[in-house]
Structures are given as structure tokens and as C-alpha cells.
């Protein structure tokens, strides 16, 4: 029901991120402005209160620079706190960084750390905690899926004094500041808590900077995280830079929809993400604010292009030409969503519009030739096959993606139409990314979701990057390289068109669609916002 991060914010990243009315079925979703509240009374705001948030599934750890799932990223937006902070223009400004300087050549960052920030346990944060978190998360044996390439080009981190953070880097790295803004991945951990705790209790309650702190962790029930009444150094985009209003956040497991449904109705959940079946009622219910976001990604298949049958151009290129998407879009959202043709969907900073030209539609046709000049034939069944085998292969998908179930069950029959026999194995989220690194896959439907376009190094670069695909293509890591390495947005942007034009022509995935998603949140509580990370900014909600 909830899209997956790698969090990839990706992982992340890179957020993670993601309130308007809905649209009609063949327009683009309106894109809710970040921090932009609907519509409120007039009222004293008040502490207490619970929100009960539902899951369809357990963060994997607490742990942000082990977490790659959208679940994890969630929960840790309101325990940790970043350097910077993207406002409602999406500008960058001070958050735990009171200010900061960067050198002509850029290469070097300085940043001057507020003083009266402290963490869960008490201790006062200073620019020390960043130098060791940020190693932590570089350093190979962490092993960290998406942190650790959020900072690009890095030489060394340094404390200048207790409040100065020196980050220095060996060539121009572009989204740095935009990286240190995230709140999911790059918020300071307690050096001391850590080694007074251990790794493995660490990461089920991780002592953080952030407005919430962890109360307690149920296995297979709920996370629940209670407030930080010493918190006092929100950003100023926040009319209250205080401590939050609302008591306990507890992240709920609850992976049937129907459970969901029912819980929302009665009052049992006050947030989650909707079934597009159920958008229209919930906002014509009037008991909830639904807001509305599209999708910042790229859903679709993964190929393995390491080895057969898609480590053939022709094939992986077919298989796209196969898709139809508009009837993806149509059978698996019930047409709230649009066809994407690229790595990137259109609300993300860095989309670049050129794709939807060079971007492969339905031809199945052409796509019969392709698989013909490959090598194959088409038996009197109208099947593939070569040598006298068949063609058939498992598609992956993970079950807690509900349109992604239903996405590759219509893609099973389209590529049928083409001659291909696919079989669908479902696996936990975990164990799919995990198989997907291991490179234990031919063909996979997945989805990664950041708000910045950094995303599509971390998971196409074949060196340096989560290489999802299992790439080999000096010249794609040759232009990602470059698109980290420009000082300016006009060379970035043409340097990030360079890149979605090589990933489209070299047909490394067959993106489907970027869906519209809604989400409900219970009428009781006021002031609440969607941030561009696609997650709930509560700084000003209270309940009624």
C-alpha cells in the first residue's frame, strides 16, 4: 500500500517526501505546496494526544544510515534534525546550522552550529557528533545503503571548534547542501549514546536531535515516539520553533488495507496512506484532510543487465515497447496516475521534460522485430522461444506494494501479447532489495523515490552507487560524475538531461507510471502539512 524507498530517500533519499483536490482521471495530479497547511480554525494549540499512524510494514531498524525503506524514513524524519532545511520555495535555510560559508573553488563547507541543541539524553550537540556521524556513515563497514553517497566527493570532515563543521571535498559535488537538508538520513546520532548502548539497541531507539524520541518498540505491533518537551531550535519556516504539540506519534503495523479502512473510520487511525478506490470518499467524508502528492521516482522494472536476457539492448528495448502504460495507469490506479518514460518523475527537481520525446511507447509490433532480431522465434503457439527453449522468466515484486501487485499482473498479460511466459514470485521488501543487490534476478518491478535528482547516481552508477541493475557503462558513470560535479543549475540541468537520455537509449529500466497517492489525516488534528520529503510536518499541528 505504501511505496518503497531505497531511500534509496534513497533509499532516501533521498526522501523521502511526496494538498490539493483530486484531479480527473487524464490530468496531472496538482502538486501540493511543501508546508502549506489546509485550511484551519482559529485555535489555541494544545499539547497531548496520540496520532496513530498505520504502516503496511516494520521499518527494517531505526538506524538511518542502515535504513533503505520508506517505513524507516518516516519514523526517523521525527527523531533526527538536519543541518539545513528546505522551505515552502524550496530555499535552503538554517536548521541546526545557525549559518554557513562554502570557498570560491567549492570545495570547502563551513558550518556554524547553533548552541542550545541538545540531544535526547541530555548531552549538547556540537560539531564533534557530526564528524563522527558522518564517518559512521562513509565508513565501508557500516555498510550504509544510501547515507554514505549522499555525500558524493568527500576528503575528510572536521571540528573546526565545538560549534564549527568543516566539510571538505575533492572536487565540486552540486547537491551537497540540498543532501544535508534531508531529514530522514543526515541528522547527527549521539556518539556517546551509541557506544553506551551498542549498534543493534541503537538502532531500535536511536538517540537523535529531533522533536520526538523513542518510547518504545513492540515487534510486529507499533513503534511509538513521545515528545521532546526540551526541543527548541525548529527552522524558522515553523511558526512554532518549540517543542511540537501533539504527544505520542505510534507507527502502526497494519498491512491489510481493510484493516486500515475500518480503523480510519473509527477513529483508530488518525494518518495514513489511502487505496486509490477509497480517495474520493474520504474527501467527500469530510471527517479527514486528504492530501494529494504524484509520485517522485521512478516506478517499474529493474533489469538485470549483467547477464541474459537482458544483457541484450534489444531485449531489454523490446520489453519497454511491450508496456502499455496508459493501461497500467488506467487498470492498476484507476487512471490517477501518468505514463512515465524515464528514471525521474515530473515533480522532481532535476526532471528533465526532453524524455517523454525519446521515451519508448506502446509498439508491439516493433517489439516482436526487436526480440526476433535478437535471436528468438516465435513458435505456432505464438510464443517465444530460442534453441528450442522457451522464453520465460520470474518477475519480483514486493506484496506490500498494491499497485505494484496489480501493475505486474497486467504487465504478465502485455508480455504475453509479446510471446514471454512470466511467472510472478512475491517477496518481502527486504528480501527483494536484498536479492536485487545480490544480483540474484533477471527481471524485478520496483520503486526508489527521492526528491532531488541525486537519486539516479545512487542507483545507476555501476562504481559507486547501489547499481540496482548490475551496470557496466563507463560512459553512464562517466555523465552521472559530471552532473555531481557542476557549480551552476544550467549545467547541471543540461549535464542531467545527458543522463536521462543515455539510461532511456541504453533501456536500462521500463519505467510504467508516476501514481497519484493520497493520504487521509483524521479532521481532529490542525495545522498539519506535507513537506516536499513526502512526509507530515506536524511543527504546528495540535489536536482540536
Keep these: 500500500m505504501k511505496k518503497l524507498q531505497i531511500l534509496l530517500s534513497l533509499l532516501v533519499m533521498l526522501t523521502l517526501a511526496l494538498s490539493a483536490c483530486a484531479p480527473a482521471a487524464s490530468t496531472p495530479a496538482a502538486e501540493s505546496p511543501a ?11 494544545k499539547v497531548g494526544g496520540s496520532l496513530v499512524w498505520a504502516l503496511p510494514q516494520e521499518p527494517d531498524t531505526l ?12 519514523v526517523d524524519t521525527y527523531i533526527s534534525a538536519s543541518l539545513l532545511y528546505l522551505d515552502a520555495d ?8 545557525e549559518s554557513y560559508t562554502v570557498s570560491d573553488d567549492g570545495l570547502v563547507y563551513e558550518f556554524k552550529i547553533r548552541k542550545d541543541v541538545k540531544f535526547h539524553d541530555g ?7 557530526f564528524v563522527w556521524t558522518y564517518e559512521r556513515a ?3 563497514d557500516t555498510a550504509s545503503p544510501v547515507a554514505a553517497a549522499m555525500f558524493g566527493p568527500v576528503e575528510k570532515f572536521e571540528a573546526v571548534d565545538d560549534y564549527t563543521l568543516r566539510i571538505t571535498l575533492t572536487e565540486k559535488f552540486y547537491p551537497l547542501l540540498f543532501n544535508l537538508a534531508d531529514p530522514g538520513y543526515m541528522g547527527p546520532m549521539s556518539q556517546e549514546a551509541f557506544e553506551k548502548m551498542g549498534a543493534e539497541a541503537f538502532a531500535r531507539a536511536p538517540v537523535g536531535v529531533g522533536p520526538y524520541k523513542v518510547k518504545e518498540w513492540v515487534t510486529g505491533e507499533a513503534i511509538t515516539l513521545e515528545r521532546n518537551p526540551d526541543y527548541n531550535w525548529g527552522p524558522a519556516a515553523f511558526k512554532n520553533q518549540g517543542p511540537y504539540y501533539i504527544e505520542n506519534l505510534v507507527f502502526r503495523t497494519v498491512p491489510e488495507a481493510s484493516t486500515v479502512l475500518a480503523g480510519l473510520q473509527a477513529g483508530e487511525i488518525q494518518y495514513a496512506q489511502l487505496e486509490r478506490k477509497d480517495a474520493d470518499s474520504f474527501k467527500s467524508a469530510g471527517d479527514f484532510t486528504v492530501f494529494e502528492q504524484t509520485f517522485k521516482g521512478m516506478m517499474g522494472f529493474f533489469f538485470n543487465a549483467s547477464k541474459p536476457p537482458f544483457d541484450d539492448i534489444k531485449v531489454r528495448q523490446a520489453f ?14 484507476q487512471g490517477m496516475g501518468e505514463p512515465q518514460f524515464g528514471p525521474l518523475s515530473k515533480p522532481q527537481i532535476g526532471y528533465w521534460n526532453g524524455v517523454e520525446n525519446i521515451g519508448y511507447g506502446y509498439d508491439l509490433e516493433k517489439a516482436k522485430s526487436l526480440m526476433q532480431e535478437a535471436g528468438y522465434t516465435y513458435n505456432a503457439d ?21 499497485h505494484l501487485t496489480k501493475s505486474i499482473q497486467v504487465a504478465q498479460q502485455q508480455l504475453k501479447e509479446l510471446g514471454v511466459e512470466m511467472t510472478i514470485q512475491q517477496e518481502d521488501g527486504g528480501a527483494l532489495f ?27 552508477h555501476s562504481t559507486k552507487g547501489l547499481n540496482i541493475g548490475h551496470l557496466n557503462d563507463p560512459d553512464l558513470d562517466a555523465l552521472l560524475d559530471k552532473a555531481r560535479a557542476v557549480s551552476d543549475a544550467e549545467s547541471r540541468a543540461a549535464s542531467l538531461a545527458d543522463v536521462h537520455r543515455k539510461i532511456v537509449e541504453q533501456a536500462y529500466i521500463a519505467p510504467l507510471y508516476a501514481s497519484y497517492d493520497f493520504y487521509a489525516l483524521d479532521k481532529r488534528i490542525t495545522g498539519a502539512s506535507m513537506h516536499f520529503f513526502d512526509v507530515l510536518n506536524l511543527a504546528d499541528a495540535y489536536f482540536k
Design 320 to 333: 519497454n515497447l511491450a508496456f502499455n502504460r496508459q493501461a497500467m495507469v488506467d487498470l492498476a490506479l
Design 90 to 97: 524550496k530555499n535552503l535555510i538554517p536548521y541546526l546550522a
Design 138 to 140: 562513509i565508513n565501508p
Design 63 to 74: 538506524d538511518w544510515h542502515l535504513g533503505w525503506s520508506l517505513y524507516t524514513y518516516y
Design 382 to 402: 505464438g510464443m517465444l522461444e530460442k534453441d528450442g527453449k522457451p522464453f520465460t522468466i520470474i518477475g519480483y515484486v514486493s506484496p506490500d506494494l498494491e
Design 434 to 460: 536484498g536479492r536485487l543487490m545480490g544480483g540474484d534476478y533477471e527481471l524485478a518491478l520496483f520503486a526508489y523515490t527521492a526528491p532531488e535528482a541525486d537519486i539516479m547516481y545512487i542507483v545507476y
Design 35 to 45: 508546508n502549506e497547511s489546509a485550511p484551519t480554525e482559529e485555535a489555541t494549540p
Design 123 to 129: 548531552t549538547p550537540l556540537t560539531a564533534q557528533d
